[in-house]
């Protein structure tokens, strides 16, 4: 695939992680009316200011602070080992004795609570495990409006719930999210708690230092992130067992994309359910961080989903001989994916990688919709899918967010991935699979758990019932699937000559009862067919600039030439009369494909019959064709050198998100693509889909 571009416009975006922006985080100060920009949210705070004064706030915490640690675990005696250890940031503490007089300070104020015990001040009710929340948060986090951070401290199993993004650093102590731990020491990592998914959790787990001075330990990190009248106040908070992070204000790429179009502004706020339980006058609300009182639920795990977690963990630390291969499959709104990511981030606990099958075309977890993908995860999932969209190693573009149109191209297209891994690699592998889990469905789940060497079967299911049968291993030596079935299985025995033969399989029956379970999100943002348009929009933010400025609008990006006798032109979904095949792929998404054939040219476009199954290297739009030069106008994020090897343009059946095409700034009139005069009864024509909110029996649990 040839491709040209202008020279002025060198060093187009390319696909940024939010792991890249964490050493560019000199952000400009937001202040806390950023917060209050919307008529909302305004109303909001005033009405939540006037509950505060109306109040006690002593009363108010001691009705809301509950204990969600299981068991308490008994504090071990703390030593004065005096250690040199590296921080964060990393730079290396220095030995105490070589401390300054300012430092000798800080020394003698801490010892004074060592001899003394513990702190008979009336403010330890609000070290108490539990939600940090109210008044809590007053007491327990300090702001440093010079550098823009939050220091928090938190108590052994205390935890907060929140909305917003942030970067979190563990500056002592570790901490919790989403199973991932996160020490001192390490890195930052990037939070996202936006209103579309259940919010996050950080949640404060006990000290792996036993033998360490906490409270001298903790005076040298705080003086380094705040002046010293707030580091004797939050010296205060310092016990046993304490936690201390850093919180700071994140802003990227991804972020600021999103936030430009209307509909999209608020999409780290809290939605209008949890407007009234939002607490809006903290030191973290300057932040883009909104806390959370109690009532609003977290993550909730069932005793049986903890169970199911545990056991696939130990299976993989070596109590399994082999290579783990974890399928999990359920019915739709069960929570998998969410059980997925609390998978991956556990297992990053004890290995370094994760490999990862992706067998959901409608609720891709890496990709944009309608992929099937296989790659290796290396970094925490702690957001939703749209927050870590990256280029799989190996991935193919069904084009469809069902497979419902061609079951045989989809099993084929995961037998081809799986064909690719290596049969010696040991890292252990999870398989997403769909929600359609009835009729064809079911069978497809079936024919997958036969084809792929499962060693753990994971069936989530909700309300004491499974959705469909419980997929034993018994049970699936008489269950027929689409391609095989009892006792002949010639398609098993084919693709298994080269595999390892299957086996019996752990299965794991997880009961989730969530809020919500077995329902579509109904609030803004939270229906599947926002997810999948959250996370096209997540891929095409890489199209923008990394460095902090102004969103640039798809329409004033220079495309790639890419001349029509270069690559193939195909259709994944339908039929299309080769004449309109322009009409139909103009201002379209497209799947960049790598065919194994040369492509050969008469000297016109080159249309293929039918749709292939071939590597998939990325994604752009089509802005343009330009018949009389025979060039196609493509924006993609993709890299030049790979775009070289992509010879094939694949259309599938996602559309670009209309605010894509509405939105673009700078036109007086009509907008390209966009246009109220036509007519219906042209070949092609249709009006752009429009959500009406109408509630399907599906998504009410019928």
Same mark, same amino acid.
């Given at each position: 695939?040839?491709?040209?571009?202008?020279?002025?416009?060198?060093?187009?975006?390319?696909?940024?992680?939010?792991?890249?922006?964490?050493?560019?985080?000199?952000?400009?100060?937001?202040?806390?009316?950023?917060?209050?920009?919307?008529?909302?949210?305004?109303?909001?705070?005033?009405?939540?200011?006037?509950?505060?004064?109306?109040?006690?706030?002593?009363?108010?915490?001691?009705?809301?602070?509950?204990?969600?640690?299981?068991?308490?675990?008994?504090?071990?005696?703390?030593?004065?080992?005096?250690?040199?250890?590296?921080?964060?940031?990393?730079?290396?503490?220095?030995?105490?004795?070589?401390?300054?007089?300012?430092?000798?300070?800080?020394?003698?104020?801490?010892?004074?609570?060592?001899?003394?015990?513990?702190?008979?001040?009336?403010? $330890?009710?609000?070290?108490?495990?539990? %939600?940090?929340?109210?008044?809590?948060?007053?007491?327990?986090?300090?702001?440093?409006? %010079?550098?823009?951070?939050?220091?928090?401290?938190?108590?052994?199993?205390?935890?907060?719930?929140?909305?917003?993004?942030?970067?979190?650093?563990?500056?002592?102590?570790?901490?919790?999210?989403?199973?991932?731990?996160?020490?001192?020491?390490?890195?930052?990592?990037?939070?996202?708690?936006?209103?579309?998914?259940?919010?996050?959790?950080?949640?404060?787990?006990?000290?792996?230092?036993?033998?360490?001075?906490?409270?001298?330990?903790?005076?040298?990190?705080?003086?380094?992130?705040?002046?010293?009248?707030?580091?004797?106040?939050?010296?205060?908070?310092?016990?046993?067992?304490?936690?201390?992070?850093?919180?700071?204000?994140?802003?990227?790429?991804?972020?600021?994309?999103?936030?430009?179009?209307?509909?999209?502004?608020?999409?780290?706020?809290?939605?209008?359910?949890?407007?009234?339980?939002?607490?809006?006058?903290?030191?973290?609300?300057?932040?883009?961080?909104?806390?959370?009182?109690?009532?609003?639920?977290?993550?909730?795990?069932?005793?049986?989903?903890?169970?199911?977690?545990?056991?696939?963990?130990?299976?993989?630390?070596?109590?399994?001989?082999?290579?783990?291969?974890?399928?999990?499959?359920?019915?739709?709104?069960?929570?998998?994916?969410?059980?997925?990511?609390?998978?991956?981030?556990?297992?990053?606990?004890?290995?370094?990688?994760?490999?990862?099958?992706?067998?959901?075309?409608?609720?891709?977890?890496?990709?944009?919709?309608?992929?099937?993908?296989?790659?290796?995860?290396?970094?925490?999932?702690?957001?939703?899918?749209?927050?870590?969209?990256?280029?799989?190693?190996?991935?193919?573009?069904?084009?469809?967010?069902?497979?419902?149109?061609?079951?045989?191209?989809?099993?084929?297209?995961?037998?081809?991935?799986?064909?690719?891994?290596?049969?010696?690699?040991?890292?252990?592998?999870?398989?997403?699979? $769909?929600?359609?889990?009835?009729?064809?469905?079911?069978?497809? *789940?079936?024919?997958?758990?036969?084809?792929?060497?499962?060693?753990?079967?994971?069936?989530?299911?909700?309300?004491?019932?499974?959705?469909?049968?419980?997929?034993?291993?018994?049970?699936?030596?008489?269950?027929? #699937?689409?391609?095989?079935?009892?006792?002949?299985?010639?398609?098993?025995?084919?693709?298994?000559?080269? =595999?390892?033969?299957?086996?019996?399989?752990?299965?794991?029956?997880?009961?989730?009862?969530?809020?919500?379970?077995?329902?579509?999100?109904?609030?803004?943002?939270?229906?599947?067919?926002?997810?999948?348009?959250?996370?096209?929009?997540?891929?095409?933010?890489?199209?923008?600039?990394?460095?902090?400025?102004?969103?640039?609008?798809?329409?004033?990006?220079?495309?790639?030439?890419?001349? =029509?006798?270069?690559?193939?032109?195909?259709?994944?979904?339908?039929?299309?009369?080769?004449?309109?095949?322009?009409?139909?792929?103009?201002?379209?998404?497209?799947?960049?494909?790598?065919?194994?054939?040369?492509?050969?040219?008469?000297?016109?476009?080159?249309?293929?019959?039918?749709?292939?199954?071939?590597?998939?290297?990325?994604?752009?739009?089509?802005?343009?064709?330009?018949?009389? %030069?025979?060039?196609?106008?493509?924006?993609?994020?993709?890299?030049?050198?790979?775009?070289?090897?992509?010879?094939?343009?694949?259309?599938?059946?996602?559309?670009?998100?209309?605010?894509?095409?509405?939105?673009?700034?700078?036109?007086?009139?009509?907008?390209?693509?966009?246009?109220?005069?036509?007519?219906?009864? *042209?070949?092609?024509?249709?009006?752009?889909?429009?959500?009406?909110?109408?509630?399907?029996?599906?998504?009410? #649990?019928?």
């Amino acid at each position: 695939m040839k491709v040209s571009k202008p020279t002025q416009v060198k060093g187009q975006a390319k696909s940024q992680k939010w792991k890249d922006v964490r050493g560019k985080r000199s952000r400009p100060p937001i202040s806390s009316s950023d917060l209050k920009s919307s008529p909302v949210m305004a109303k909001v705070i005033q009405e939540h200011q006037a509950s505060v004064k109306k109040k006690p706030s002593v009363k108010r915490l001691r009705k809301k602070a509950k204990s969600v640690s299981e068991s308490k675990k008994k504090n071990t005696p703390q030593s004065g080992l005096k250690k040199s250890y590296t921080q964060a940031n990393g730079s290396s503490v220095l030995p105490m004795e070589k401390e300054s007089d300012d430092l000798q300070d800080w020394k003698e104020y801490s010892q004074s609570f060592n001899r003394n015990g513990v702190e008979s001040s009336g403010d $330890m009710e609000d070290i108490r495990p539990g %939600r940090l929340e109210g008044e809590a948060l007053h007491y327990c986090a300090e702001r440093d409006d %010079r550098q823009n951070h939050v220091v928090l401290v938190m108590q052994e199993n205390q935890t907060l719930c929140f909305r917003g993004k942030c970067m979190l650093t563990s500056l002592y102590g570790r901490v919790e999210v989403m199973g991932f731990t996160i020490e001192e020491g390490q890195q930052s990592y990037a939070l996202f708690s936006p209103a579309s998914h259940c919010p996050l959790t950080v949640r404060a787990l006990e000290s792996s230092h036993r033998t360490r001075n906490d409270r001298t330990d903790a005076s040298v990190i705080l003086r380094k992130y705040l002046p010293s009248a707030l580091q004797k106040k939050l010296m205060k908070r310092v016990k046993s067992n304490s936690s201390i992070i850093l919180l700071e204000p994140m802003e990227t790429p991804l972020t600021r994309f999103l936030s430009s179009f209307t509909n999209l502004s608020e999409l780290f706020s809290p939605p209008m359910s949890e407007l009234v339980s939002a607490v809006l006058d903290t030191p973290l609300n300057g932040l883009g961080m909104i806390p959370l009182v109690s009532n609003v639920e977290g993550l909730k795990m069932s005793e049986s989903y903890r169970e199911a977690l545990n056991t696939v963990v130990s299976a993989c630390n070596g109590d399994f001989d082999g290579c783990a291969v974890i399928l999990v499959c359920g019915t739709k709104n069960v929570g998998k994916s969410t059980f997925v990511r609390l998978l991956i981030n556990t297992l990053l606990n004890h290995t370094t990688s994760v490999d990862y099958l992706e067998g959901d075309l409608g609720q891709t977890e890496f990709t944009p919709a309608g992929c099937l993908s296989m790659l290796t995860v290396r970094e925490p999932l702690l957001g939703p899918p749209f927050t870590h969209q990256c280029t799989p190693e190996q991935m193919i573009y069904f084009g469809q967010s069902s497979c419902e149109a061609d079951l045989d191209r989809y099993l084929e297209s995961l037998k081809s991935l799986w064909r690719r891994r290596p049969l010696s690699r040991e890292t252990p592998i999870i398989i997403n699979t $769909m929600g359609w889990v009835k009729g064809f469905g079911f069978q497809l *789940l079936v024919d997958m758990i036969r084809f792929f060497p499962v060693s753990h079967l994971v069936q989530l299911s909700h309300g004491g019932i499974t959705q469909c049968p419980t997929l034993t291993p018994d049970f699936l030596r008489m269950a027929h #699937g689409y391609q095989t079935h009892p006792p002949a299985q010639t398609a098993l025995d084919e693709f298994t000559e080269s =595999h390892s033969p299957p086996r019996s399989y752990t299965h794991l029956n997880v009961q989730s009862d969530f809020q919500g379970v077995g329902r579509q999100g109904t609030s803004k943002h939270q229906r599947t067919n926002e997810h999948r348009e959250l996370s096209l929009l997540a891929y095409l933010s890489q199209l923008q600039s990394a460095d902090p400025g102004p969103v640039r609008p798809l329409h004033s990006l220079t495309p790639y030439q890419v001349p =029509h006798t270069a690559v193939a032109l195909g259709v994944t979904h339908c039929e299309i009369t080769p004449s309109h095949m322009f009409y139909a792929a103009n201002a379209s998404l497209v799947g960049l494909c790598c065919l194994g054939e040369k492509i050969t040219s008469r000297g016109g476009p080159v249309v293929l019959s039918q749709a292939p199954i071939c590597p998939c290297v990325g994604f752009g739009v089509l802005r343009g064709i330009d018949m009389e %030069r025979g060039l196609y106008f493509l924006l993609t994020p993709v890299d030049p050198s790979i775009l070289r090897k992509v010879n094939c343009l694949l259309l599938g059946a996602l559309s670009l998100p209309s605010c894509i095409l509405t939105t673009q700034p700078g036109f007086e009139g009509e907008m390209p693509y966009v246009t109220t005069d036509y007519s219906f009864d *042209l070949t092609g024509a249709g009006k752009l889909r429009v959500f009406k909110g109408m509630t399907r029996p599906s998504q009410i #649990g019928m």
